[in-house]
């Protein structure tokens, strides 16, 4: 059974910076992508980043890039999102996501998932 389980999350002020983890259990860590999406409350999920099972690709939507900076560390099982010059826009619920397979910015493509990190950044 694969786990996720996200941590990193917090109150901060606009401007500050937070990383984000997720820590993946009981999978083939290192042969998925993985993604972070976000959920602010009473919108949809949003696709943030992903990065490929190699490090080799990384992507990000329009909303974080330049602030964010997603990476792995497939000795440890775990991915991060690292953001800086945080916004109150940016306050959500965060997500990790896996993907067996080639993922994309949609969350159907994405085979498991962590039960979220909370960001409130207070301006």
């Known amino acids: 059974q694969v786990q996720l389980v996200e941590s990193g999350g917090g109150l901060v002020q606009a401007g500050a910076s937070l990383r984000l983890s997720c820590v993946v259990s009981?999978?083939?860590?290192?042969?998925?992508?993985m993604g972070w999406f976000r959920q602010a409350p009473g919108k949809v999920r949003e696709y943030v980043a992903s990065i490929s099972w190699n490090k080799g690709y990384t992507h990000y939507s329009d909303s974080v890039k330049g602030r964010s900076t997603m990476s792995r560390d497939n000795s440890k099982n775990t991915a991060y999102l690292y953001m800086n010059f945080l916004r109150p826009d940016d306050t959500a619920l965060y997500y990790c996501?896996?993907?067996?397979?080639?993922?994309?910015?949609?969350?159907?493509?994405?085979?498991?998932w962590g039960p979220g990190t909370q960001v409130t950044v207070s301006s």
């Open positions: 996501a896996a993907s067996r397979v080639v993922a994309s910015s949609n969350t159907w493509s994405y085979d498991y």
């Open positions: 009981g999978g083939n860590f290192s042969t998925y992508t």
